[in-house]
């Protein structure tokens, strides 16, 4: 099916299921631990050998050499793999370093050797025993002094607007400040993991990856094999944030250690390994400029910024919501890429739009202060309805400004005192900000395959993922809604390269595409059905589990009973058309934050929060929720505590695990609301729907900034806000 013209009345507009705010149909298998995570594939891959990944001591040079004899001679070791037996590896395309490094070694951790044992305990203990000689060189771990050195990313050439230098120097009011961002980990609960086995030439891997037809096209492109002899199985995963969108050291150490050993092999990262071997988000340094008319109109919009990545690798976006969030005349960006030689930097939640609002949010707040406007109104005053870039391309939907209305009313903001540090309850200084919320709609192709049999029940197929975000209920909400059934006679079954190609799991695409694919699918089963019982198809009506047309009325069980086995089924594939081209499609949004500084110490407390979010239809507001306030969750983190602190001697990360690397607990998350407007976005697909996911975190971190600089008058440009950035500013208490 081909989506290129708005889409008008159909099936999924009824809402008897979808847009419910149903429970998980997979929460209560997580609940009682019934759900096969990769690393616990005992049903499948029986008596797997246990791999442990060395990763490399340094960030950059050479092994000199690697003794192996001590460990081989090890308790219960089968098999050691380095790069000198793992046979001839490619690079795939999606990965910047090699996955297996050796002799050359290019970013700290990376796997160099997988001990391969009876247990998990006899690989470990083994791995204390290799000995590994290196030539150290010397590398480029600090993005600051990297800077200057940054070049320009091809392909993406500066945007410039009008005459920005000149609009910004005769600007009547002006900002010019330099915010930065610090790299930070994914961190998701759930380790990278692997188990891998081979039947003859045919490989199978269960892994915990978010796309599935990627992490099978690049195992087989790494191993030289042809891509159907490899079969990805990943149905559930705990986690992943972008950090599992590509192939990693696990799952193909996994794939050679069985191959070697015959027999199955399971491979999980430890955490400093999934902290440095894998992706991260890239630290950026950004500067923004501002120029406005004394009645708060923005005449010129600068922001420049760097980030760093291995070479061949990529920079961080963080330019992209600038060039759409808010209207003025005079407008340049550009984009910067240092080579650092830190691990590899990618996509993490809201890649781009999530660090970039954490600059563009503050700068407009101290905007406002100096216009002397009300920070709400100062945004909605420069709201615009197309593409700044391309004014002839409108907005499919904007309700920017309604997600900042609602949000200051609902969250009291008229109360807020714009004088910083008016507001004391006791030893708490407290502030009250916020900051819009942006992040690009984006859709994938995606296929699904569906079927009905004798007793009704609905099946559908397809390789999307389930991440934690609700995939399984909204893929059976669909397909419920398109063929009549109750939701408990829908049975899906998700992550596996058997299955049709879905869009997978990211960018915030996957459930508006996804459940696309599966729309698509529907269509064509809906059709088959009516054929089959002799009623037209153009006048067929889904519902209770019948099939009406013409005054008949067929139950659906007994159509499929009386079809030959499997012959009701109908696979297709969603393809999107050029209306994302023709219409910019956003999603939009508000977060509010009401924050405590302590007055004496600088400790900061997030006592409320709010996001109203404007994102297409909402197919599920029960999971869509949880989406969101994880989102704002992480956006807390972001602004608080979380930090890759660099060893810039050594090229790594130190606070590798999850006592040095903070992420924010139940007691740091206050009561969180989240209110979803009522919309449609016929441009978006069928289903009217857009993503949430990632809206949700972008422009958090700097609501949390400027409730904290409401609270206290110390403006922190340099995130995450500790302590230390506080307690010398903090004003003198009597």
């Known amino acids: 099916m081909k989506f290129d013209t708005p889409a008008t009345t159909n099936p999924i507009d009824q809402l008897r299921v979808v847009g419910r705010p149903v429970d998980r149909i997979d929460g209560p298998r997580k609940a009682t631990g019934t759900a096969p995570y990769a690393y616990e594939r005992h049903d499948v891959a029986p008596h797997a050998a246990y791999g442990y990944v060395i990763g490399a001591g340094i960030a950059k040079g050479r092994i000199a050499s690697i003794q192996l004899d001590d460990a081989r001679r090890a308790p219960g070791v089968i098999e050691i793999i380095t790069a000198a037996n793992a046979g001839k590896l490619a690079r795939a395309g999606r990965n910047t370093a090699t996955l297996l490094g050796g002799p050359e070694i290019e970013h700290y951790h990376q796997a160099i050797a997988l001990v391969i044992a009876q247990t998990f305990e006899q690989a470990r ?78 490989l199978t891997v269960w892994t915990s990856n978010q796309m599935i037809d990627w992490c099978r096209a690049d195992l087989a492109t790494t191993l030289g094999i042809p891509r159907e002899n490899v079969r990805v199985v990943s149905p559930f995963i705990g986690g992943g944030f972008g950090g599992k969108l590509f192939v990693r050291a696990d799952a193909l150490l996994a794939a050679i250690g069985a191959r070697a050993v015959k027999r199955p092999v399971k491979v999980a990262l430890t955490r400093p390994l999934m902290m440095n071997n894998t992706t991260h988000r890239p630290a950026t340094i950004q500067h923004i400029r501002l120029g406005a008319t004394p009645d708060g109109k923005l005449t010129a919009i600068g922001h420049d910024s760097w980030s760093g990545d291995l070479p061949g690798g990529k920079p961080e976006n963080a330019i992209q919501q600038t060039r759409l969030l808010y209207a003025a005349p005079n407008r340049l960006s550009t984009l910067r890429l240092a080579a650092l030689d830190l691990p590899e930097g990618n996509a993490m939640r809201a890649p781009g739009e999530a660090p970039g609002m954490m600059a563009l949010e503050i700068a407009m707040d101290e905007m406002a202060e100096r216009l002397g406007m009300d920070p709400v109104a100062f945004r909605i005053l420069n709201d615009t309805q197309v593409d700044p870039e391309k004014p002839g391309r409108p907005f499919s939907q904007r309700r920017l400004a309604d997600c900042l209305r609602i949000g200051a009313e609902r969250f009291g903001w008229q109360a807020r005192n714009a004088r910083p540090g008016t507001r004391r309850e006791g030893q708490w200084l407290v502030g009250l900000g916020m900051a819009a919320a942006f992040r690009n709609n984006q859709v994938m192709k995606s296929a699904a395959r569906v079927r009905v049999d004798g007793s009704g029940m609905v099946t559908v197929e397809t390789d999307m993922t389930d991440i934690g975000t609700g995939s399984y209920t909204i893929i059976a909400q669909t397909a419920a809604e398109m063929m009549g059934v109750p939701l408990e006679k829908v049975l899906v079954r998700l992550g596996d390269s058997d299955f049709p190609v879905s869009s997978g799991s990211g960018g915030q695409w996957g459930g508006n595409s996804s459940t696309a694919g599966v729309y698509a699918a529907c269509v064509k089963l809906r059709d088959a059905i009516a054929q089959h019982a002799g009623l037209d198809p153009r006048q067929a009506v889904f519902e209770n589990s019948q099939v009406r047309a013409g005054g008949r009325s067929v139950p659906l069980a007994s159509i499929a009973a009386s079809a030959p086995e499997g012959s009701l089924a109908a696979e297709d594939v969603m393809e999107f058309g050029d209306l994302d081209k023709r219409y910019q499609q956003s999603t939009f949004g508000g977060h509010f934050v009401e924050a405590a500084v302590d007055a004496a110490t600088g400790e900061i407390r997030v006592r409320r929060m709010l996001a109203v979010c404007a994102a297409g239809r909402i197919l599920n507001p029960k999971s869509a929720r949880s989406q969101v306030i994880g989102a704002m969750t992480m956006g807390v983190g972001a602004a608080l505590m979380e930090e890759l602190a660099i060893d810039r001697r050594l090229g790594c990360f130190v606070n590798h695990d999850l006592a040095g690397y903070e992420v924010p607990v139940h007691g740091d998350i206050p009561h969180q609301e989240v209110v979803f407007l009522d919309e449609t976005d016929p441009l978006s697909s069928p289903m009217k729907a857009k993503g949430v996911g990632e809206l949700g975190i972008a422009g958090v971190a700097a609501a949390v900034a400027n409730a904290v600089y409401n609270a206290c008058g110390v403006r922190v440009r340099d995130y995450p806000i500790t302590l230390d950035k506080l307690l010398p500013k903090l004003p003198l208490q009597a």
């Open 125 to 202: 203990a083994a791995a204390q025993l290799v000995r590994v000689r290196y030539d150290r060189r010397r590398g480029s771990y600090d993005l600051a002094q990297a800077r200057d050195a940054a070049a320009k990313v091809p392909n993406r050439p500066d945007s410039a607007i009008g005459d920005f230098a000149a609009a910004f120097a005769a600007a009547p009011v002006k900002l010019d400040a330099t915010y930065t961002t610090p790299d930070q980990s994914h961190a998701m609960m759930e380790p990278h993991a692997s188990v891998a086995a081979w039947q003859g030439e045919k």
